[in-house]
């Protein structure tokens, strides 16, 4: 595999917990993974095994590489170039992305091709490149050996301008609308698209949305072309990390046989938002945030519903960052309703399992959601989720029939405010009616959204993919 970030060692997103738990899920099953990555300046891990000269572009650079073993199938190998890597963030500062990240993820896939071919002493059987950062990948190896290649968000597409080939070594016979030429640029995640061999996408409701106009951003007729080669894997999470009974930052634990703890874990959130946390608040239903404030997350939605939403009779906490104007508008609505909104900006790791274990229900309404992860969390921690109809939202909550009493949660599909309203009002209803709440809570409980079971699906495309491969040659 080769991620541009990983979880423990880098992180900005959900890739790095693909590029971090996958391997080590597929390690389970008896393969052997190896994941390139680079060596940011805050990563210590690993021992200097190998030194090689790499060209790019006619220049020369110095490549150590750092080699980590995690249990016995899983090896992290770290591409280490101080003057491309060694820097404060990862991608950029702020909304900034870095000037040379045309370079700095080229040398990523250079770097990773050359230490399979000089250092690992292995035969690989299958590459699998992640997001656009690794879409240069497929195009280096030449059909050397298979590619999958695996789109986390569309909406981020590695563009730059057409000068940059001769500094990543593209020819330009290359720089069409069957390569990489995306109007007038050159697109790394189109080079992904094009040259891999199979293409993934992280749940299956989003392999079918980005066909559509209103959210392939341009690339739904790329991707049509390629259609036949194109599927959807529900990411996984780490239920060893995200364990309501075994989890370290709840006070107490809890699981589907006995949910005392969780009114533990109210009380504790209640109280780290410096709100009230009397038996009359306990009773009210509090609604949980874990997200960056973006228009992607639905905060546009959002806030044209507040108004409302607030004369609910509910609490609401909120932790996360993102756009300043939306930051700002909730911590205003904190200062004003103190007593019924709490508001951290920023991100905080415990605080986080604590509002997933202590909030009665998870509100995401997101405008497009490839995967998301925290309502999977939440169903673990018997947080009911209210979330849009969209992406991996659709694909994992099932919305609650009041007839049958089945269901995880609750889903609406129109992006607006009276269908945001109208579904929180529901949800709250059924939290009124505490046997029906118990058995929807439990029901989300027992679903299993562990990476074996995506782990499992991707098995599938590698041997599909390996089986055409072998074919072909």
């Given at each position: 595999?080769?991620?541009?970030?990983?979880?423990?060692?880098?992180?900005?997103?959900?890739?790095?917990?693909?590029?971090?738990?996958?391997?080590?899920?597929?390690?389970?099953?008896g393969h052997s993974v190896t994941v390139v990555l680079p060596r940011y300046g805050e990563i210590e891990a690993g021992d200097e095994i190998a030194t090689a000269d790499v060209t790019?572009?006619?220049?020369?650079?110095?490549?150590?590489?750092?080699?980590?073993?995690?249990?016995?199938?899983?090896?992290?190998?770290?591409?280490?170039?101080?003057?491309?890597?060694?820097?404060?963030?990862?991608?950029?500062?702020?909304?900034?992305?870095?000037?040379?990240?045309?370079?700095?993820?080229?040398?990523l896939a250079r770097a990773a091709l050359k230490y399979e071919t000089r250092f690992s002493g292995t035969a690989f059987s299958i590459v699998h490149a992640h997001e656009w950062q690794c879409g240069l990948v497929p195009l280096y190896l030449q059909g050397r050996l298979p590619c999958v290649f695996t789109i986390h968000n569309l909406a981020f597409q590695g563009l730059f301008p057409q000068t940059v080939l001769s500094r990543i070594d593209v020819p330009p016979h290359l720089f069409t609308s069957e390569g990489l030429e995306y109007w007038g640029q050159v697109s790394y995640l189109k080079?992904?698209?094009?040259?891999?061999?199979?293409?993934?996408?992280?749940?299956?409701?989003?392999?079918?949305?980005?066909?559509?106009?209103?959210?392939?951003?341009?690339?739904?007729?790329?991707?049509?072309?390629?259609?036949?080669?194109?599927?959807?894997?529900l990411n996984g999470i780490d239920v060893g990390v995200w364990d309501p009974q075994h989890d370290r930052s709840l006070p107490a634990p809890f699981g589907p046989d006995d949910l005392s703890g969780k009114?533990?874990?109210?009380?504790?959130?209640?109280?780290?938002?410096r709100l009230p946390a009397?038996?009359?608040?306990?009773?009210?239903?509090?609604?949980?945030?874990?997200?960056?404030?973006?228009?992607?997350?639905?905060?546009?939605?959002?806030?044209?519903?507040?108004a409302d939403l607030?004369?609910?009779?509910?609490?609401?906490?909120?932790?996360?960052?993102?756009?300043?104007?939306?930051?700002?508008?909730?911590?205003?609505?904190?200062?004003?309703?103190?007593?019924?909104?709490?508001?951290?900006?920023?991100?905080?790791?415990?605080?986080?399992h604590l509002v997933e274990g202590g909030s009665?229900?998870?509100?995401?309404?997101?405008?497009?959601?490839?995967?998301?992860?925290?309502?999977?969390?939440?169903?673990?921690?018997?947080?009911?989720?209210?979330?849009?109809?969209?992406?991996?939202?659709?694909?994992?909550?099932?919305?609650?029939?009041?007839?049958?009493?089945?269901?995880?949660?609750?889903?609406?599909?129109?992006?607006?405010?009276?269908s945001l309203l109208r579904t929180m009002k529901r949800a709250l209803k059924v939290f009124?009616?505490?046997?029906?709440?118990?058995?929807?809570?439990?029901s989300g409980m027992r679903q299993d959204f562990s990476w074996d079971v995506s782990a499992r699906e991707y098995v599938k495309v590698y041997r599909s993919v390996r089986r055409r491969f072998d074919g072909i040659r």
């Amino acid at each position: 595999m080769v991620a541009s970030e990983a979880a423990p060692f880098a992180k900005t997103g959900g890739l790095a917990d693909v590029a971090g738990s996958l391997p080590l899920a597929l390690a389970r099953l008896g393969h052997s993974v190896t994941v390139v990555l680079p060596r940011y300046g805050e990563i210590e891990a690993g021992d200097e095994i190998a030194t090689a000269d790499v060209t790019l572009g006619g220049r020369g650079f110095e490549v150590r590489y750092r080699r980590l073993a995690s249990g016995e199938r899983v090896t992290f190998v770290f591409v280490d170039v101080p003057e491309l890597y060694d820097r404060k963030e990862l991608y950029g500062i702020g909304s900034e992305d870095y000037s040379d990240n045309d370079v700095r993820f080229a040398m990523l896939a250079r770097a990773a091709l050359k230490y399979e071919t000089r250092f690992s002493g292995t035969a690989f059987s299958i590459v699998h490149a992640h997001e656009w950062q690794c879409g240069l990948v497929p195009l280096y190896l030449q059909g050397r050996l298979p590619c999958v290649f695996t789109i986390h968000n569309l909406a981020f597409q590695g563009l730059f301008p057409q000068t940059v080939l001769s500094r990543i070594d593209v020819p330009p016979h290359l720089f069409t609308s069957e390569g990489l030429e995306y109007w007038g640029q050159v697109s790394y995640l189109k080079a992904g698209i094009n040259y891999s061999d199979w293409i993934t996408t992280v749940s299956p409701r989003y392999a079918k949305e980005i066909l559509t106009g209103e959210l392939g951003f341009g690339f739904d007729g790329v991707l049509a072309a390629r259609k036949d080669v194109l599927s959807g894997i529900l990411n996984g999470i780490d239920v060893g990390v995200w364990d309501p009974q075994h989890d370290r930052s709840l006070p107490a634990p809890f699981g589907p046989d006995d949910l005392s703890g969780k009114l533990k874990a109210k009380a504790a959130l209640l109280r780290a938002f410096r709100l009230p946390a009397e038996a009359r608040a306990l009773d009210r239903p509090l609604v949980g945030l874990v997200s960056r404030l973006t228009d992607q997350k639905g905060f546009d939605l959002v806030s044209l519903a507040l108004a409302d939403l607030l004369e609910l009779d509910a609490q609401y906490v909120l932790l996360g960052s993102g756009e300043q104007h939306y930051e700002e508008l909730w911590q205003r609505l904190a200062a004003e309703h103190p007593d019924r909104v709490g508001v951290h900006i920023g991100f905080d790791e415990g605080l986080a399992h604590l509002v997933e274990g202590g909030s009665d229900l998870f509100l995401m309404p997101s405008r497009f959601e490839p995967c998301g992860l925290n309502q999977m969390y939440s169903l673990r921690y018997g947080t009911v989720p209210v979330v849009r109809a969209t992406g991996g939202l659709d694909d994992t909550v099932v919305n609650y029939n009041e007839r049958s009493g089945r269901g995880t949660g609750f889903k609406f599909t129109d992006y607006t405010a009276p269908s945001l309203l109208r579904t929180m009002k529901r949800a709250l209803k059924v939290f009124g009616d505490r046997r029906k709440w118990r058995a929807l809570q439990l029901s989300g409980m027992r679903q299993d959204f562990s990476w074996d079971v995506s782990a499992r699906e991707y098995v599938k495309v590698y041997r599909s993919v390996r089986r055409r491969f072998d074919g072909i040659r």
